[in-house]
C-alpha cells in the first residue's frame, strides 16, 4: 500500500512561489508515475501536473505552463511541485497522486489513472 503526504501549502500574495512536497511512504517509488490535481471550492478535481518514472517526461495544464515546475527525487521518494508567479485562480486544495504505468516514460493527465492520493494541502493565493 502507498502513502502519500503533501506539505508545502500556505498563504501567498498573487506573483509570489510556493513549493510544494508529496512523500511517498513505499519501497519502489521509482515504478510510480507522480501526478498533481488541484479542487477549487465546489469545483471538480482538475490535472495540474505529472511526471513520469524516471522524471523523463513531465506534463503540464495549459493553466500553469510557463509558471509551475514538476520534478521528483527518487532517493528521497519525493514528488514536487514548484509555483511561480501564483494567480489567485490558483487557489485550491492540491492533492498528490501515485500511478503504476505499464510504459516506464508514461505520465497520466485523468484522474482515474491514478490509484493512490493523499489527503491534500490547501493553497490560498491573495489578491
Known amino acids: 500500500q502507498v502513502q502519500l503526504v503533501e506539505s508545502g501549502g500556505g498563504l501567498v500574495q498573487a506573483g509570489g512561489s510556493l513549493r510544494l512536497s508529496c512523500a511517498a511512504s513505499?519501497?519502489?517509488?521509482?515504478?510510480?508515475?507522480m501526478g498533481w490535481f488541484r479542487q477549487a471550492p465546489g469545483e471538480e478535481r482538475e490535472f495540474v501536473a505529472a511526471?513520469?518514472?524516471?522524471?523523463?517526461?513531465?506534463r503540464l495544464a495549459d493553466s500553469v505552463k510557463g509558471r509551475f515546475t514538476i520534478s521528483r527525487d527518487n532517493a528521497k521518494n519525493t514528488v514536487y511541485l514548484q509555483m511561480n508567479s501564483l494567480k489567485p485562480e490558483d487557489t485550491a486544495v492540491y492533492y498528490c497522486?501515485?500511478?503504476?504505468?505499464?510504459?516506464?516514460?508514461?505520465?497520466?493527465?485523468?484522474?482515474?489513472?491514478?490509484?493512490?492520493w493523499g489527503q491534500g494541502t490547501q493553497v490560498t493565493v491573495s489578491s
Open positions: 497522486a501515485a500511478d503504476l504505468p505499464v510504459l516506464s516514460n508514461y505520465a497520466g493527465v485523468r484522474l482515474i489513472e491514478y490509484d493512490y
Open positions: 513505499v519501497r519502489t517509488f521509482s515504478n510510480y508515475a
Open positions: 511526471i513520469s518514472r524516471s522524471g523523463g517526461n513531465t
